[in-house]
Each structure stands twice: as structure tokens, then as C-alpha cells.
């Protein structure tokens, strides 16, 4: 490259969201589509930022108590069609095998062969293939609560897939619980919720609104779902997390029964909760700027990149040396629950290698010359800052620094993802502002519209299905923090005595 | 229980191993099969075992320069086909995806329905599928070497299957690398075996054979392919690694191409390996005893179990609270990567509740009543030793020497496996040795055999198979580690230049 245009990514932004994103996704290097339909291929810089992400989140799933274990990826068909509502949300789109082995035929090459007597599903959720695992460990009170979280693929076949938001494959955790009392299972639907705005804000810098779903919204089988949901800089929503309270519908589907204390035969209640590789979606959508990904401090794939400035051949090991010392230093400086950690890059490719840093988002860029090496000193850049902001710092205060430096990027991601997402929530009470907000600017522009509104609503699946139809506006989520002021319904004018959250949403 | 029969598992080894090897993982409550064909639930206690072989394998990789990825789950058929020893060798048991949905038929349930226009594999191994990924990120020399690995789960449909050992799912990383030279390639096979013989023998306390197969036995499409082998407590063999050197072989089927230095277009050379929860089946194997599973120190699910001893109401203040401390402090010592994990179990169980912890195999077992506390001190028992074994040590000491008497219990176990497989491994020159060595010594106790065979083979595969058909025992590997004596197939009498290890295996 070397010449730069005006920004790193094209389109931009503001010209092309939808397209900026598949943009940022592949100038980052995260991930690609694969020949495989709707599944995609999560590259080494994507893939660390998901064992991060993992990494995270599992501790704070085992502080709760929460252990890991794993399950089958296949589910009979007999299991899966236990629970009504569940089959009928999921039926629609999932993978079916039919058969175990491939022979050759005369005459189309290799066919399936060896048909199974029943066929198995590729879970896309694993309530009933858990559930049946859960009818055996729980007997009595004492054996409960039960507490199982599995990191896996699942497979939904979805139609219209984009990279991380909605693909046929993807990665995930699923948490399954099982509860004594009802409760205790809404407790941790909420403790669970709570992990999860936890880590969305303090860990991926996505500040979220936590609430409960309208039942029209709710996972099919579920008594109640909660939810977080992040706005993005398309002013959309993502759902980017759920807490499942299933009450008793799958302990009765899958047998889950205990005897009390008082030895009474009674249904367990279970919960189940997830997050997944969306989340990466998410975090491109919400951080990313017209030069590429910015990754936050404390999930970032790698924090620190250090770029040899080597003009004459002569001066390679002098800054060599001096690059490797440094990275040994800084690799030794711990950062929340991991060490720092460096990357360094000596390709001699002038200042696409910059840029390429940029776009994949790492946190802090440095480039080491002799004149540096001299002054003792290292050229630093930001990427939460203007790329041209550099600052000469002296090595050993730049290694003692280092973390603040980086919770300082960590800080100003969530605060300017927050004031973004204030700044485009309004309070709405006529149905025409309601239309006017959700109404593109630009016609040129669809993506671009208002945001969230906070608006009444009388709590009718026929309103919540006439503004969806209406607008393509749909209620993300009944949050729990918000004043109970009375007003009108929105749509029908009937008494409400909340207001939701209305977006257009992925 | 209270009262202990003779030994906690039952059947004993000699009595009859296969079926104390599935009481042993019942006992230890590590994994349970599932409804699901040939597919097992992996349990907390033993999912928390493959999450510490995880994660010290995947630091052992990436010290080599390897970076995870993630690749779909589904091969099109096409893709599958393209290798045809590869194809040859995984489609007789292969999961294929053929639908895309369910539906309600008339008469007889839900069906599938939406069918693919091409198959989908369900991955059993994914050289095609990644090729294809290599094909497009490789096109210069200096895009080499490519070093992937990925935590994947696969599967093949095995006909007759066994927990851990044999599953028609498993959890396995598959390591996939490309090279612009046939060396750099070969040497990265044996690195990786290298790295896998260290984890069998440092981590696992498992010590292995490490040696290349006969041509016999590669991986289908292999050019090579090298192992590590370890035997059992019944003298089998278990093939606990691989790692092949694929050539240019998948490179032409994949259109793995690179630019060389001098602008010729060259296929790569490429390698991949593997290892699966099967290492979990040699864990029980080469350590469990007739008490159960006996978990080496630096992957054991947890170290250290207290059990504190209340007898009366009133003392269970004291009791837990000291314990609760001892606890705090055990988790603040490291050991190796890891800091002590420690496990409270007050359940109110009597003696059962230390042999709970006999046949869960954790290291060490710690009782506390208020007389200990009087003394300040511990009465520990190592799961190295005789159950009955116990010895009195001070808090303060016994906290102070946790980490030895870790590295101790590691050290015994890879002595007792390394002394059992050194007594079991013997040379035989003449036809009727060998077939004495296999012949099980009391006919009752068929699996009770021999052991691992040095005998000369001349390189043929008519010995090999005659060899096989006639006692069942199988070529296990050509060790590297051998003295080059010269000598007379066991089995033809032509001339040989080595001996290689002879066994029957799992």
C-alpha cells in the first residue's frame, strides 16, 4: 500500500454498513466464508479472540459453581420432538442425518448408504438431549441443584447467513441447570443474565440494556427468556445473550422428577442460557471504525504489536535485540487474569504494515528505530486514537504503564459505545415521531435510522405484531431497569404501564 | 457402604479387565454412554480431566509456533472424494448429512424433509476441508509455513464402540500444517511427535514407544505416519498419538500451491496430528487399580479433597471454618501451570465418602476432625499408596509440600506404568516363542497375554498379515529408539535389519 486512501476500510461506515462489516471481517483477518454453506472458517486472529472470550467467561460460569462437561452432537429424533414448542422452533431449520457410510453406485459416484432407523438431528440447542442426562443424575433433593455449562458447535440451518451474526454453524456455550424449587431456577435465569451484562461491559466494552422478552419473543419451550441486548452503529440491536427460565415444561418432556425432603415426587425446574461466537459480530459492529476492528484491552487477540524500523542491514541486530528485550519485558507484565501479550512483526512492507495492524484492531502499535534504541525511548500509537496521535515514550515507564494504558483504551471503548447508544434512545409517546424515527435520513441509506425508543406499550401480541409489520420494528426487550411512568400503547392507545425497547434488530 | 468388599471395584483387573475398565469409569464418575449410538456424555469430573490435557497440550503447541483456528464442521461429499485413499479409508463409517429440515407427514411423525443437492460428511478427520482453506491462503513462499491447529469434535461410525476408546463422537485437536520443503515437513511430523511423547510421559505419567507405522497401518492418504505407543495393564497396546507426513499428496488433491523464491510453482508439503479423549482410556488403563481411577498430579481434575470430620452439631463451627482456610491457602500454592485445586466434601456419608474419592483417583485425600485441629495438623492419604496408609502432618508443612508431594505421586506413577511395560517388553527370535508369549496364560483370562514382542520382520506385508490373522497381534510400530541388529522374520526367515514392537492392541 504505502498511499494511503482516506480510510483503511471502503466502503465506509456511513456510505455502506452492511458492507463495511464484510469489509472489516476480512481487512482484520478474522474470519472467512467457507465452500461450506453458511459455515464459516474462524481464522487464527478471530479464533483468539474467542478463546478469550471463552477463557473469560468460563471463569466467572465457575465462580457461580457451574462445571463443564460435554454431550452428544446428535440427537435422536424421538428426543427432540419430546417438547411441543421447542421441535416446532426448531424443525424448521436443522441438519439431518440420515445415513453412516458412503459406498460407490454403478453409475453417480459416492452415495450415502447405510440408513439409519432413526434418523438424528446436529443439535441445534441441547435442552432434550441434556434433559434425558439430567432424568438420571437427579433421584432426590440432595442430588440437586445441578449446574452444566458445555462449550460446542451447533448447527441451525439458517437461510440468510452473515459472518458471526447469523451462520449455520457456529460455536457457543449452552448452560443447563436444574433446580429444586422454582425459585431458585429464576434466580439464576437472572444470575446467569447478570454474568452476561457483566461480561458484555466489562469485558467486551458493549454496554447492553438487561430485560425480559415479550412472549411472542421467547426460546420456543421457554416460560420466560431474558435477554441483553447492544446497540450497534447502524443503531440496530443484537441480542447478545439469553437466560432462559423453562419452569417445568422440559424436566416433565424429559422426566426430570426428585423426591422432596418430605418425599414428595415432583418436576424439577431447569434453566438454560448462551452465548456465542455472534458476540464477535457484535463487537466488529459496535468498536469498529472506517479503518478496520478495534479490539477491547481485555479480550483483544494480542495487545501489543512491536515493528522493527530496520532502513540499512546493518542496523537489524542492534534493533533486534532491543525489540526482543523489550518483548521479553513486556510479556512479563501481568494484565487483568493474562500476561501481556506481543506480537512482533519485522516484514519489510513500508507502511502497509501499520495499516495492517490497524485493521485487525490490535490495542497499542509500537515501532522501534535506532534513533529510539539512542533516546531509549519507543514510538507508541493507539487504536482507540487518531492513527497519526503518536506518542514518544521511554521504554521502561512505557512497560510500567502498560496496563493502565491499556484499561485507559478498555475505558474509552465502553464510554463512547455508551454515549452512542444514549444519544440515539429516545422516549417516543406519538405513533407518527414513532414512524418519523424509524424512517432512514438518507433514502440512500436504509441502514441508517434512529435507534432505540423507549415507548408504551399495551403488552397485545397483536400491537407487537402490527408495529413489526408495520415498521420491521420489533420489542427487543422489557427492561428491568426503567421507571413504571403510565402512558398509552403505542400502537392501540390502550393503558401500559411500562415502556419497552423498540429497534430494528439482527 | 460403611463396609468395604475387598476392593472398591468389582470385578478386579485379573478377574476380568474389560469389564472392570467400564465399573471404573462408572465408579469414578467421569463419563456415561448416552442414548445416542455409540456417542458418550462426557461427565464434570471427566470433562474437567480433558480440559487440563487441553490446556497444557495447546501451551506445548503454541511454544512450536502453532495458532488455533476453527473449520466447519460438514465436508461436501465432493470434497471428501477428492483424496482416494482417504475417501477409501473414512467412508464405511462416516456420518452424512442429507436433509435440511423436518416436516409433519400425514402418517408417521416428523420426517425429514428438504433435501440436500449435495451430502455433507460430518468431519471424521479434516485435511479436505482445511486444504482448501490452505489452498487460498497460501500462494508465496513467504505465506509458509502455515501452522494450524483446531479443538474440534469428529466423528466415525464405529460398529462396535467402548468409552473413550472407541466412540463414534470424539473430542480431538487435529494439527494441519504446510511447508515449502519435504524436510521442513518431516521434521515438523517428528516435532509433534516429540511434543505428544513428552505429554504422554510428563504430564500423563504415561511412558510410549514412539516409532513410525508400517505401511499397513498409515493414516489413508499418509506418506508417513509416526506414533506413540503405550501399553496397558492388561500388556495391550494402545496407539495414544499420531502424525503424519503427508507429502504433496493432499496438497494435489487440495490445490495447495505456492510461489518458490526463484518464481516456480510448487505444491506444498503438508502434515497433520492428532490426539483424542481416547488419551482418556489410556489414563484409566495404564494407572486405574482394583480401587479405581488414580489421576496423575499434573492433569488430575483436582488435587486435593478435604473432608472434614463432625460428629457432634457443635463442632461443625470449628471444624469448617478451619478447613475453609486450609482450603483459601491450598488454592494460593502453584503447581506447574496450575494453582492447587481443592474439593470440599462435608456430605454426612460415613466411610463411603473416602472411598468416593479412592474411586475418583484424586491425589490426595485429606481428613480434619477437632482433634486434628487441636494438634494443628492433617491426616492426609496419597492415592499412590494403600488406602490405609495415612500420615499426620502440620498444617503449615503440609501446605509448604503440596507441590512435592504432587511432583512424588507423578513420579511413582510414571515409574510403576514405566517398570510394568519394561517387565512385559521382551525379544523373541523363534516362531513358537512368539506364539507361547501371546497365548493367554489360563484360558479363562483370555485378555491376560504377553505383552510387547521385539521380533525381526522382514518389511513384507504378507508377514504382517499372516502375522495378524494368525495371533491377532499387530505391527504397533518400527521404534526410532533400536539397535540395528541384524536378523530372520519372525515369521518368513528372510533377512531383517530391526526389530519392531509386536502386540495385540486396542
Known amino acids: 500500500m504505502g498511499k494511503q486512501t482516506k480510510t483503511a476500510i471502503s466502503p465506509t461506515r456511513s456510505e455502506d454498513y452492511p458492507e463495511w462489516y464484510q469489509q472489516v471481517v476480512k481487512a482484520s483477518d478474522i474470519a472467512e466464508n467457507s465452500p461450506v454453506r453458511g459455515c464459516m472458517v474462524i481464522k487464527p486472529w478471530g479464533y483468539a479472540l474467542w478463546e478469550n472470550i471463552k477463557h473469560e467467561l468460563d471463569a466467572l460460569f465457575k465462580e457461580t459453581g457451574v462445571k ?15 417438547e411441543a414448542e421447542h421441535v416446532e422452533g426448531f424443525a424448521k431449520e436443522c441438519a439431518v442425518v440420515t445415513h453412516h457410510r458412503l459406498e460407490q453406485s454403478a453409475d453417480s459416484g459416492l452415495v450415502p448408504a447405510g440408513p439409519l432407523s432413526e434418523p438424528l438431528v446436529v443439535r441445534p440447542t441441547s435442552e432434550t438431549i441434556i434433559g434425558e442426562s439430567f432424568s438420571k443424575w437427579v433421584s432426590s433433593y440432595r442430588d440437586l441443584p445441578v449446574l452444566i455449562n458445555q462449550w460446542a458447535n451447533v448447527v441451525r440451518w439458517e437461510m440468510r447467513t452473515r459472518i458471526f451474526l447469523r451462520t449455520s454453524e457456529f460455536l457457543w456455550q449452552e448452560g443447563h441447570t436444574a433446580h429444586a424449587t422454582e425459585n431458585e431456577a429464576i434466580e439464576r435465569t437472572h444470575m446467569m443474565l447478570d454474568v452476561y451484562a457483566k461480561f458484555a461491559e466489562e469485558y467486551m466494552a458493549m454496554p447492553v440494556i438487561k430485560g425480559r422478552k415479550s412472549p411472542m419473543e421467547r426460546f420456543p419451550g421457554a416460560v420466560d427468556t431474558l435477554c441483553i441486548e447492544a446497540m450497534m452503529q447502524d443503531r440496530k440491536a443484537l441480542q447478545s445473550g439469553t437466560s432462559h427460565f423453562l419452569g417445568q415444561n422440559f424436566a416433565k418432556s424429559s422426566n426430570i422428577k426428585f423426591q422432596s425432603a418430605d418425599e414428595k415426587e415432583i418436576y424439577a425446574w431447569t ?6 461466537t455472534r458476540l464477535i459480530g457484535g463487537l466488529i459492529m459496535i468498536h469498529g471504525d472506517d479503518d478496520g476492528l ?13 515493528m522493527p524500523i530496520i532502513r540499512k542491514p546493518e542496523d537489524r541486530e542492534k534493533v533486534m535485540t532491543y525489540v526482543n528485550s523489550l518483548a521479553r519485558d513486556l510479556r512479563d507484565v501481568s494484565y487483568h487474569s493474562r500476561k501481556i501479550e506481543v506480537e512482533i512483526d519485522d516484514r519489510d512492507m513500508g507502511g502497509a504494515r501499520g495499516w495492517d495492524w490497524i485493521k485487525k484492531g490490535i490495542p497499542i502499535r509500537v515501532e522501534i528505530g535506532p534513533r529510539d534504541i539512542d533516546n531509549d525511548s519507543v514510538c507508541a500509537a493507539r487504536r482507540d486514537k487518531s492513527h497519526s496521535e503518536k506518542a514518544f515514550i521511554k521504554r521502561d515507564q512505557f512497560i510500567k504503564e502498560m496496563p493502565a494504558m491499556l484499561d485507559d483504551i478498555q475505558r474509552n471503548l465502553f464510554h463512547r459505545a455508551s454515549d452512542f447508544a444514549k444519544h440515539h434512545t429516545v422516549s417516543v409517546d406519538e405513533k407518527e415521531a414513532f414512524n418519523m424515527f424509524f424512517t432512514p435520513e438518507d433514502k440512500d441509506k436504509p441502514e441508517i435510522h434512529g435507534g ?5 406499550w399495551c403488552g397485545s401480541s397483536k400491537c407487537e405484531l402490527k408495529i413489526k409489520d408495520d415498521f420491521s420494528v420489533t420489542i427487543r426487550c422489557i427492561p428491568f431497569e426503567n421507571e413504571k411512568d403510565k402512558g398509552n400503547c403505542i400502537c392501540c392507545g390502550e393503558k401500559s404501564n411500562q415502556r419497552v425497547v423498540f429497534a430494528k434488530a439482527y
Do not use: E
Open 68 to 82: 463443564n462437561a460435554y454431550f452428544p452432537l446428535f440427537i435422536p429424533l424421538s428426543f427432540f420432538n419430546k
Open 271 to 276: 434453566t438454560s442460557w448462551g452465548v456465542s
Open 294 to 306: 478495534i479490539l477491547p484491552p481485555r479480550i483483544a487477540s494480542s495487545h501489543v504489536v512491536l
Open 452 to 456: 432505540f425508543v423507549l415507548a408504551h
